[in-house]
């Protein structure tokens, strides 16, 4: 306990320094849950054991510390290009990082290992083989060392998903080393695989610090395929020019959807297994370079990809476990900005997936039970966010996330959910439970089975008692009343039981949720929540122009993107439009290191760009507004982009595909919730000023007055729009 106290009051006065640190290279001023104690446990050189979710920002736990500490930090990372992206964003931000391993040139090598010996890194980064190599053991044993951490450190667990054994010698880290501390760091949540990760990194008395697995900035969304490729375009198309990644189970799925999107006018590469190491890499460069702005993957794609603003994920197809779903929804807004999550599943994806794990010999009972797993959550009606996160172990408090389909109704169940679910258990009731889910559906359907017409079920009263849907429908209710408790399968042959909570259904106490049965043009998806905060105050148009510039930046320099700024730090400069280097540095994820580098570019380029549209520059500083109100319609704001653009009526009615009439509507709302002044994009300048003559004389706010006032020359449309420009405009 003693011991305890004296770390935590010598990491009271170093904690501020690293706060310090970050503010000054990273241009971070706050820490994400869990950093802080994760950063005092690296301060205190006790060993971690760090779980936080994919984006949770691990990384900044470690080489924050190792910025301010004397000696060298050795971060041990399975993949090469893992390694590369982030010491490519190290060195961005003025960090003395390196990188060993069998992509360098002799020459290279001989470089690092200089620069270890004399003391020149903060941060070395290897693969366990570099590591566990003699000549580097001993190179490393023979200077000041300030930790040791491992990233991906469920490979070393063999009941991870992703098993190295060469992570398994990683044990001698603590016999060679005693006195430095090892940290190891994973998104893998189960406790079998973290304390597997103690046991065989032989830490002493590891901290374990395990995050929150929910992302809240993801928007969940789970729908059966019914449309086509018409569901997915809707998601593509609410995120024009941003990147996005689609997942398919297939290669051949991968080849024919990505296209189709190209014919669509969407680019998007390929990514698959089957494709030569010189395609995959130039698919995956031209995505992290933003040349292209979609990939179409099997999950082939992804381990090792750090892109921080990716915009959307969808998956076409089931994924074949909530981890696996986890991990790759898990790829969307790392940022922390918001994201879409979208799963769009079809009747035959379990049994694909079955037909592949047999063929590829991993059909084993925790595979299947994965796949079970997964199979329900599609079929779940409660919370997305919730049943992830219980599948991890963990729970959320809110009962309404704000950011999922349940929550934000936007599925749709069937009128009587009781009286159905009556129909389906009392015929599990009638079978004796003693049979499984897809022989009672035949019996709810009226199926004249063989079998059926043997046993003489078709003379239960329940019998066809739901012929008028298809048994599909029926299986995926049976499906979610096991998802509600409210049955279960026992047995070898997973014959259906009724609990105790499905008793209560029978007796009328207890109504469960089923989904409406999928319709082709039905159960239409409405587009997420509207947009959040985090747009509050940016203009959109500098955003894009920023976007440009920092593409031009990445191919220039022949980094991602994202390593020269984030999505987040484009949007505080296109909110905050700064015109000095002082007031640049202010913007979220601005250090010093690019300030330097990049700031007069990006300044002299906002300036140009504010200065062409007469936009108010150095906007103050202020912390993010609360959401306004909901005063605007989620189909409204889509016309927007077209209003600010400049279109006419016709011409956004034309775009969006609405009639003029609605496109009206969605005009007075853009008018009203951007206060705009100049109604001359819309109505012309002389009759703009006629009206606003008859507005001084008459009033704004009697139309029919003003119509008449005009002797009926003016349309009531026109006057709307000038009435309502004028009143911002003293509004303002
Ligand atoms: P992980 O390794 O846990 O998946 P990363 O370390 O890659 O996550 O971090 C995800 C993103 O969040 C990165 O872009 C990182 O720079 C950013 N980030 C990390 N910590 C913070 C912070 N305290 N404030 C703002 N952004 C942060
Ligand atoms: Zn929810």
Not at 194 to 202: F, N
Not at 353 to 376: K, P, V, Y
Request: hydrophobic residues 40%.
């Amino acid at each position: 306990m003693s011991t305890s106290t004296a770390w935590k009051n010598v990491s009271a006065t170093t904690i501020d320094r690293v706060r310090e640190t970050i503010r000054q290279l990273w241009g971070y001023d706050s820490f994400r849950p869990l950093q802080q104690e994760a950063i005092e446990a690296v301060l205190a050189d006790r060993d971690t054991v760090v779980v936080l979710p994919t984006g949770g920002g691990k990384s900044l736990c470690f080489q924050a510390p190792a910025c301010c500490r004397e000696g060298l930090a050795v971060v041990v990372s399975p993949l090469i290009s893992l390694m590369k992206d982030q010491v490519d964003a190290l060195q961005t931000n003025g960090v003395a990082a390196a990188f060993y391993n069998s992509s360098l040139s002799t020459a290279e090598r001989s470089t690092v290992i200089e620069a270890v010996r004399c003391d020149a890194l903060k941060l070395l980064y290897l693969a366990p083989e570099s590591l566990l190599n003699e000549h580097m053991l001993a190179l490393l044993g023979s200077v000041p060392l300030s930790m040791f951490a491992i990233d991906e450190a469920h490979c070393i667990s063999s009941w991870g998903h992703d098993f190295r054994p060469e992570y398994r010698g990683l044990r001698l880290l603590k016999q060679r080393f005693p006195e430095v501390a090892v940290h190891a760091y994973t998104a893998t949540a189960t406790e079998r695989v973290r304390h597997d990760i103690a046991a065989q990194l032989a830490l002493e008395e590891p901290e374990i610090l395990v995050g929150s697995f929910d992302r809240p900035n993801l928007n969940y969304r789970v729908q059966r395929r019914t449309r086509g490729l018409e569901q997915m375009l809707e998601v593509i198309e609410r995120h024009q020019n941003e990147s996005g990644i689609v997942y398919c189970i297939s290669r051949k799925e991968v080849e024919r959807i990505a296209e189709s999107l190209n014919t669509l006018g969407h680019s998007a590469v390929a990514y698959h297994a089957g494709l030569s190491d010189e395609e995959r890499i130039g698919n995956q460069e031209s995505f992290l370079e933003e040349r292209i702005n979609i990939v179409v993957a099997t999950v082939a794609f992804g381990m090792g990809i750090d892109k921080s603003n990716v915009r959307f994920v969808v998956h076409w197809g089931m994924p074949k476990s909530l981890e696996a779903y986890q991990q790759e929804s898990g790829r969307a807004g790392r940022d922390g900005l918001e994201a879409d999550c979208c799963l769009f599943f079809g009747g035959n994806d379990y049994g694909t997936w079955t037909r592949l794990m047999a063929s590829s010999g991993e059909a084993n009972d925790a595979a299947l039970e994965a796949l079970q797993a997964m199979d329900r959550f599609c079929s779940s009606t409660s919370c997305r966010h919730q049943d992830l996160v219980r599948y991890f172990g963990q729970s959320i408090e809110q009962q309404q996330c704000g950011a999922c389909d349940v929550c934000l109704d936007q599925i749709e169940l069937v009128d009587d959910s009781l009286i159905t679910a009556q129909k389906i258990l009392s015929c599990v009731v009638r079978l004796e439970q003693m049979y499984g889910a897809d022989y009672t559906s035949q019996v709810l359907a009226g199926s004249q089975d063989q079998r059926i017409l043997e046993k003489q079920h078709d003379r239960l009263s329940t019998h066809g008692i739901l012929s008028e849907f298809p048994k599909a429908a029926i299986r995926d209710w049976i499906e979610q009343l096991i998802g509600q408790e409210c049955a279960r399968k026992v047995g070898e042959y997973s014959q259906l039981e009724v609990t105790d909570l499905g008793w209560q259904v029978l007796r009328g106490e207890h109504t469960p949720r089923l989904l409406k049965p999928a319709t082709r043009g039905g159960a239409r998806g409405r587009p997420s929540a509207a947009d959040p905060a985090s747009w509050e105050g940016v203009d959109r148009g500098l955003f894009e122009s920023l976007r440009d510039l920092r593409r031009e930046l990445a191919g220039e320099q022949g980094v991602p993107a994202y390593i020269v700024f984030g999505d987040a730090a484009l949007r505080d400069m296109a909110r905050r439009r700064p015109s000095s280097l002082d007031s640049f540095l202010e913007v979220q994820g601005v250090g010093q290191k690019k300030c330097k580098d990049y700031g007069e570019l990006f300044v002299k380029h906002i300036a140009e760009y504010c200065d062409a549209g007469g936009i108010a520059t150095d906007v103050s500083a202020a912390p993010l507004p609360p959401r306004k109100p909901a005063e605007v319609s989620a189909s409204a704001v889509a016309a927007f982009e077209n209003f600010k653009a400049g279109e006419s009526v016709a011409e956004a009615a034309k775009s969006l595909g609405r009639a003029e009439s609605t496109v009206r509507g969605y005009l007075s709302q853009f008018l009203r919730h951007e206060q705009i002044t100049d109604p001359t994009p819309w109505v012309d300048e002389a009759t703009a000023r006629r009206v606003r003559d008859a507005i001084e004389q008459v009033g704004g706010d009697r139309l029919k007055a003003l119509f008449e006032y005009l002797n009926g020359e003016v349309s009531y449309d026109d006057i709307r729009i000038v009435a309502s420009c004028l009143a911002n405009a003293t509004a303002g």
